[in-house]
């Protein structure tokens, strides 16, 4: 071909490849950019469900989750443990916006999961729920969800056992684990605090707090980072072993895990003043924002101790999580500007760098999370309980700023 051909050519091809790339965005999102998205997310919803109703198991498909490889929607049932995250999504987009349209999304979305407050096959049931009805009841005040909550937590403290002080969280690899306690689970002390405070069963609250005592003992290292998973013996309650599941190592600093335990401590001070767990939080934090592998904009790889960092990927999750866990320490500690500022710093980059270009990822906000990497599965990928952080984090600041 003559080269006076040639170059036109691949100038073209370069406008094409740009075009089909997600590009980055320069400037910080507005909340009309996000309500753009979450609208052509819907869409890509109900496009799903009409087209595919049922996953592989039979299961109506519920709730958007990623993106599969090809780049389509991943719509999965209301089992899920993320299954809460997207009604979340939508009441947060309510209480940030006022407008009833995404109050109507939410109340529709919440309404599918009411069968989970009997799901206690792990111990999701505190994410499913409480970021879903917990949200509906809150911003609604409607008493209908009340009875849904409180069976929710009843369903999650079967859970728990006595010797160990904990509660269990997954069912499967039984040939190994005897009562595997992931890090992750702090969350879900949440919806206990709260059905105590509802009910006034003090039980409820005392074997949240002592989950956090007994994780604060066995999950944490000397630097303050934790563990992913301390398995128990359920006769006598000891350590028997310390693994990861999700993690680079079972001696590594698996990112979204040490993002659940800063925001899972904070949250548990709220609810007890029990000053360890401020302390507690106030040292995660440290471990994470003084780490010589976080990048400059505190969007952390996937995990600390990742080998190829910085050739690994980010994880948006874990520090979207981080973010909103950062907002609420700071008016807890004496650190608070500090925490402030680096959660602004962190909520500038994903509202930047790592926020979908307008119509992409099926509609999801933020771009760049990682599901589990050893599993080889959702890498790179938007996730929907990045998006619900995100969000949290966001009304936490304007509140915060609003002071
Ligand atoms: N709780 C599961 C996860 O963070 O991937």
Redesign the pocket.
């Known amino acids: 071909m003559k080269q006076h051909l040639i170059f036109p050519l691949l100038a073209v091809l370069l406008v094409i490849v740009s075009c089909s790339t997600p590009a980055s965005q320069t400037e910080v999102i507005t909340l009309d950019d996000i309500a753009a998205q979450l609208l052509l997310l819907d869409d890509n919803i109900l496009k799903v469900q009409a087209e595919n109703p049922t996953t592989g198991d039979g299961l109506p498909r519920v709730i958007p989750r990623t993106i599969n490889k090809d780049g389509s929607l991943s719509v999965l049932p209301a089992g899920d ?1 993320t299954s809460g995250f997207y009604p979340g999504v939508l009441w947060y987009m309510y209480e940030l916006t006022g407008e009833a349209e995404w109050k109507d999304k939410a109340v529709k979305y919440t309404a599918t999961l009411e069968e989970q407050q009997y799901n206690g096959s792990n111990h ?1 049931v505190g ?1 499913r729920m409480f970021c879903s009805y917990g949200n509906a009841l809150r911003l609604t005040g409607d008493e209908a969800y009340i009875s849904v909550l409180e069976q929710s937590a009843k369903t999650l403290i079967v859970r728990y056992y006595e010797n160990v002080g904990c509660i269990r969280s997954w069912n499967f690899n039984e040939e190994v684990w005897q009562c595997p306690v ?1 890090i ?1 689970n702090m ?1 879900n002390l949440e919806l206990l605090f709260w059905a105590s405070e509802q009910t006034g069963d003090p039980d409820y609250y005392d074997i949240a707090f002592r989950h956090a005592l007994t994780t604060m003992d066995n999950h944490f290292r000397p630097d303050n980072s934790s563990v992913h998973v301390v398995d128990y013996d359920t006769i006598t309650g000891a350590v028997r072993m310390k693994n990861t599941h ?1 993690g680079y190592a079972d001696e590594s600093a698996w990112s ?2 040490q993002a ?1 335990g800063l925001y899972g401590y904070t949250m548990t001070y709220r609810f007890t003043d029990h000053l360890d767990f401020l302390k507690q939080a106030e040292k995660i934090a440290g471990f994470l924002l003084e780490n010589p592998n976080m990048p400059d904009d505190l969007v952390p790889y996937w995990d600390y101790d990742a080998p190829g960092i910085p050739d690994e990927p980010r994880d948006v ?1 874990a520090a979207a999580i981080m973010a909103s866990a950062l907002y609420e320490l700071c008016s807890y500690s004496e650190n608070g500007a500090y925490y402030k500022e680096k959660a602004d710093k962190i909520l500038e980059s994903l509202g930047s760098t790592y926020a979908s270009a307008p119509g992409e990822n099926c509609g999801f906000i933020l771009g760049h999370s990682v ?2 990497k050893p599993a080889d599965s959702e890498l790179d990928v938007p996730l929907n ?1 990045a998006d619900y952080y995100y969000l949290e984090a966001l009304l936490r600041q304007k509140n915060l700023e609003s002071q």
Do not use: K, L, N, V
Request: no cysteine; proline share 0%; charged share 20%.
């Open positions: 443990w999701d994410f992931i992750d969350m999700q979204r895990g659940w999750s599901g589990s309980y």
